[in-house]
């Protein structure tokens, strides 16, 4: 079963603007991991956010949690045709293993 | 660092056969975990070693089995290989601490396409 369910499914957008995705999940989280793929690769950690922070910056990316509605929001500002891929969250248990949503499609048009 | 390595990198078989992945991990990291990537149930956990020990293990049946050496490489093997063994298999490594708290890196990831 998936812990993490990102929002929306899929996601078309031109260069520059902002594209943002959600996460929810359902059990109490330790920290909360975005990561991204790009097609049919590895996927890049891009940022952890732990359960005691409200927000985190990383460049381009910004990560809310929201632990009493259980969900997250990444943002990525100035979008750019590089940041076309998939878009997952992902929530360890209490040994670790990783939960991930189905992930979020970005398109990201020229 | 170098990052997590996986060989080979793609990989074709029939079905009954066995296929055996390998994966290197961040150097100093001593947990590994196998991950199976398909379209239809998306990203799910396979198992973890810790210190050539399992530690973690998914809902996969039998035929999925691994290994962790001294070196903290792992091998993940598969046997009777199915049509739906067909998948992006990926490795992470991590330094592992309790609770989970530190960041996993993953590696390129295996195809492994099933005929």
């Known amino acids: 079963s998936q812990q993490g369910e990102e929002d929306p499914q899929a996601l078309s957008i031109q260069e520059g603007e902002n594209a943002t995705m959600n996460c929810s999940y359902k059990?109490?989280?330790?920290?909360l991991q975005w990561y991204r793929q790009n097609s049919g690769r590895g996927l890049v950690h891009l940022i952890l956010?732990?359960?005691?922070?409200r927000e985190k910056h990383s460049g381009r990316l910004r990560v809310t949690l929201d632990t009493s509605k259980k969900s997250s929001s990444l943002l990525i500002t100035a979008s750019r045709a590089a940041d076309t891929a998939s878009y997952f969250c992902?929530?360890?248990?209490?040994?670790?293993?990783?939960?991930f949503g189905a992930g979020t499609q970005v398109v990201v048009t020229p | 660092k170098a990052g997590v390595t996986q060989t080979p990198r793609y990989l074709i078989k029939t079905r009954g056969q066995q296929v055996t992945l390998s994966c290197s991990p961040i150097?100093?990291?001593?947990?590994v975990s196998w991950y199976q990537q398909t379209p239809g149930q998306g990203l799910q956990f396979l198992f973890e070693?810790?210190?050539?020990?399992?530690?973690n293990k998914g809902n996969f049946p039998g035929r999925f089995s691994g290994r962790q050496f001294s070196n903290s490489r792992s091998e993940m093997n598969v046997s009777t290989l199915e049509l739906g063994d067909s998948a992006l298999y990926l490795c992470?490594?991590?330094?592992?601490?309790?609770?989970?708290?530190?960041?996993?890196?993953f590696g390129p990831g295996t195809r492994l396409l099933v005929l």
């Open positions: 150097s100093g990291h001593r947990s």
């Open positions: 992902a929530t360890p248990d209490s040994w670790g293993k990783l939960q």
């Open positions: 070693y810790f210190s050539e020990t399992q530690r």
């Open positions: 956010i732990r359960s005691n922070e």
């Open positions: 992470a490594s991590r330094s592992w601490t309790s609770g989970g708290g530190e960041t996993q890196y």
């Open positions: 059990t109490s989280i330790n920290n």
